[in-house]
């Protein structure tokens, strides 16, 4: 069973990064498939913000392309979100899920981790 | 991007009734949809996906059905444990996108 994990800070301050890394664990990240990282403010939708193949090959929405960078770690079975210059916007409640085989659709999914952006 | 409407945005029913939730696209998309339900606090779970294959271990109460532009999503006997919010999700074109969400409470 595929089980995946957030982890990171709960409170960042505004114009800082925010930095979260997903960790996996019944599964070998470096076997294969994509992986990514969702978000949902606060009684809010959902909103894709990017994923990474096990190679680092990356996809990222354009929305947030030039404030996001998504990194794997195949030695930890991990993989890492950077939000860059964070403003109360992006307070969400962020998840890391595995990107099914079948399409880009997403499988298996962390519990989810608050980040609050206040100062 | 492609745009996503759902509706209703809440629907009120009641145990064993028959529920469908639209989801409209803003262009086709063939069949590269998905359909998830969320419960508070809780991650989204998968529920259909490709517009109308159950995934492993979802109650056959759920289906899904459409392609190109009109999807739809039916449980067709609600059971106590539906009661959710439920979000559509395409796939067909780079940036994926969910839809609105629909909540189903108890009415």
């Known amino acids: 069973q595929v089980q995946l994990q957030e982890s990171g800070p709960g409170l960042v301050k505004p114009s800082e990064t925010l930095s979260l890394t997903c960790a996996v664990s019944?599964?070998?990240?470096?076997?294969?498939?994509?992986w990514g990282w969702i978000r949902q403010p606060p009684g809010k939708g959902l909103e894709w913000i990017g994923s990474?193949?096990?190679?680092?090959?990356?996809y990222y929405n354009p929305s947030l392309k030039s404030r996001v960078t998504i990194s794997v770690d195949t030695s930890k079975n991990q993989f890492s979100l950077k939000l860059s210059s964070v403003t109360a916007a992006d307070t969400a409640v962020y998840y890391c899920?595995?990107?099914?085989?079948?399409?880009?659709?997403?499988?298996?999914w962390g519990q989810g981790t608050l980040v609050t952006v206040s100062s | 991007a492609i745009w996503m409407t759902q509706s209703p945005s809440l629907l009120s029913a009641s145990t064993g009734d028959r529920v469908t939730i639209s989801c409209r696209m803003s262009?086709?998309?063939?069949?590269?949809l998905a359909w998830y339900q969320q419960k508070p606090g809780k991650a989204p779970e998968l529920l259909i996906y490709?517009?109308?294959t159950l995934q492993s271990g979802v109650p056959s109460r759920f289906s899904g059905s459409g392609s190109g532009t009109d999807f739809t999503l039916t449980i067709s006997c609600l059971q106590s444990e539906d009661f959710a919010t439920y979000y559509c999700?395409?796939?067909?074109?780079?940036?994926?996108?969910f839809g609105p969400g629909t909540k189903v409470d108890i009415k």
């Open positions: 899920a595995r990107v099914a085989p079948g399409g880009y659709y997403f499988d298996y």
């Open positions: 019944g599964y070998s990240i470096s076997s294969g498939y994509y």
């Open positions: 990474i193949y096990h190679s680092g090959s990356t």
């Open positions: 262009q086709g998309i063939s069949s590269y």
């Open positions: 490709a517009a109308s």
């Open positions: 999700q395409q796939y067909y074109s780079f940036p994926f996108t």
